[in-house]
Each structure stands twice: as C-alpha cells, then as structure tokens.
C-alpha cells in the first residue's frame, strides 16, 4: 500500500511519463531523415578519399614499375656506365624529358576532350 507522501509521486511520474510521450511524438520525422542523410553523405566522403588514396597508391606503384623498366632499357644501352655519374644524369635527364613530353601530351589530350564536351 502506498503511504500518503508517496502518491503525489507517483502522480508526478504519471505526468512527466505523458510529457515525455507527448515529446517522442513530436519529433519530426526529417530529424531521423537528416541523421541517416548525413551518415551517408559521410560514408560517401569516405569512399571517395579511399578511392583517391588507391589510386595515388597505384599510380606510385606504376610509376616504380616504369622506372625499373626504363633502367634496365637504359643499362642494357651503356651497360659499362651503369654505376658512373654521367650515367646517372643522362638517365635522370632523359626520364625528365621523357616526362614532360608525356605530361604536355596527356594536357593537350585532356584539353581537347574538355572543348568536346
């Protein structure tokens, strides 16, 4: 049995019960619709930086690739020069030169896709 003092209490817990009810209900839908549109938004600037970051990864991967591939074209050229100075700045040179033709040949190229589209 409830003591006197106690019911006021519970009666108070029976109103605070409904304003909390009443609250819940209010709650607009579109809070609930922003969170799950933020989450997604924040999953897809994920997806995009890991994209980016593979493929920086690839390209430095393809980029090492290609400059074993150029070394060993250029020391089967000067084979007796593999170890010396000169021979190092040749090759550095001629890496340099092959990839700023390279470069000015991928900007002409993506130029005149931009005036096509």
């Known amino acids: ?36 549109e933020t989450g997604r938004e924040v999953g897809m600037e994920v997806l995009s930086k890991m994209t980016t970051l593979a493929t920086a990864a690839f390209g430095i991967a393809a980029a090492f690739a290609w400059n074993s591939a150029i070394q060993a074209i250029f020391d089967s050229y000067y084979p007796a020069a593999k170890d010396s100075i000169s021979a190092k700045v040749m090759y550095a040179m001629v890496l340099t030169s092959v990839a700023v033709l390279v470069t000015m040949w991928l900007g002409g190229l993506a130029e005149r896709k931009a005036k096509k589209a």
Do not use: F, Q
Not at 9 to 33: F, S, T, Y
């Open 1 to 36: 049995m409830l003591t006197p003092h106690k019911r006021p209490i519970i009666r108070n817990l029976g109103r605070i019960e409904k304003k909390i009810e009443e609250r819940l209900v209010r709650i607009p839908d579109k809070a609930v619709i922003s969170a799950s």
